[in-house]
């Protein structure tokens, strides 16, 4: 049985959408346990394990504000995965606050210097995915803690993707040896010559979704300007092709031709389908979902900590680096 934690307030769009999902997700899945935290008139009628919180931290809320707020659901969540020896964590609340207590109550898994922030982007040569890390837990990294990054994005991408052996590339300015910034010609270095990463070099960002590469690795300042970059584009094109299709009868006509393309790419870049990031590198799955999620977005943000949670990818972090 996977035990999940699940912090019901904190997301825009309150407890509803995440009691939905919730519920959704019980009816689908017999193996999993869920245990609600959040406001008792809100989540009393859920048929699960609830824990009674009566504050939320708000969106701006520092790590210290956060774990002063000792009712808040946020904490008592993370808290609950130690007391009632759950598999991992799902919440929507403020990133920042959450990724710090996370990390300050779970604990880094021994040997590793700094958590990542991990997600996944379609990739649209084959209509797979790409693992890219780190996209913000961090403003700076060491070489080292880069190159960690890419054998736990390595581990994650096994897990949820199935890849045996995950092609890595490292996200710079240039596809030649010797691009980079200091620290990413370094980290280079140490991923060529590491025989648990299958490294195959560099990557321009340009070439991310349609190149090879399973795992993206990088800086987190790099990772997080990639990722809202990334959505920002998709975001503008989607705004001028409804302005274009929408012009004139012509542009009509053409739009009932495309319609059926459209949809396809909008399905395929739709970041509701992934549900949400994982900080990667503490003692249990944790699942940041997106701020914003409606039902569906949160079902598919605590459908990752399931995955992740039953493909034990916490004790494979654990073994690849004990000893280290």
């Known amino acids: 049985m996977i035990r999940i934690i699940v912090d019901m307030m904190g997301g825009d769009n309150g407890s509803a959408a995440t009691k939905e999902a919730v519920t959704n997700f019980l009816k689908d899945h017999d193996d999993v346990e869920i245990i609600a935290v959040g406001n008792e008139e809100e989540i009393k009628d859920l048929s699960c394990e609830k824990i009674f919180s009566t504050d939320v931290s708000a969106m701006d809320s520092g790590v210290m504000e956060v774990l002063r707020k000792k009712d808040s659901s ?159 584009a998709v975001k503008g094109i989607g705004k001028v092709l409804k302005k274009g299709f929408t012009k004139n009868i012509f542009t009509k006509i053409g739009y009932l031709f495309a319609k059926g393309g459209l949809k396809e790419m909008k399905t395929r870049m739709d970041p509701k389908k992934v549900g949400g990031a994982m900080l990667i590198g503490v003692n249990a799955v944790t699942v940041k979902a997106h701020g914003n999620s409606d039902a569906f977005a949160f079902y598919n943000g605590i459908d990752v900590a399931y995955k992740l949670a039953k493909a034990k990818l916490i004790d494979s972090i654990k073994e690849g680096f004990a000893g280290e």
Request: aromatic share 6%; hydrophobic share 40%.
């Open 74 to 232: 946020m904490v008592k969540a993370i808290r609950a995965v130690i007391e009632k020896e759950a598999d991992a964590v799902v919440s929507c609340g403020s990133t920042g606050a959450y990724l710090s207590a996370a990390t300050l109550i779970l604990k880094k898994i021994p040997g590793v210097k700094r958590p990542a922030l991990v997600t996944q982007f379609p990739r649209l040569s084959d209509g797979g995915f790409i693992t890219v890390l780190d996209i913000g837990a961090s403003n700076e990294n060491t070489p080292e803690e880069i190159a960690q990054f890419a054998y736990m994005g390595s581990l994650y991408n096994k897990a949820v993707n199935g890849v045996d052996s995950p092609k890595v590339a490292l996200l710079s300015n240039g596809s030649e040896e010797g691009k980079g910034s200091p620290e990413g010609k370094a980290a280079f270095e140490l991923m060529s010559k590491d025989p648990k990463i299958n490294f195959i070099g560099n990557l321009e960002g340009n070439a991310v979704l349609y190149g090879e590469a399973d795992v993206l690795v990088s800086d987190g300042f790099t990772g997080n300007v990639f990722l809202k970059s990334s959505e920002g």
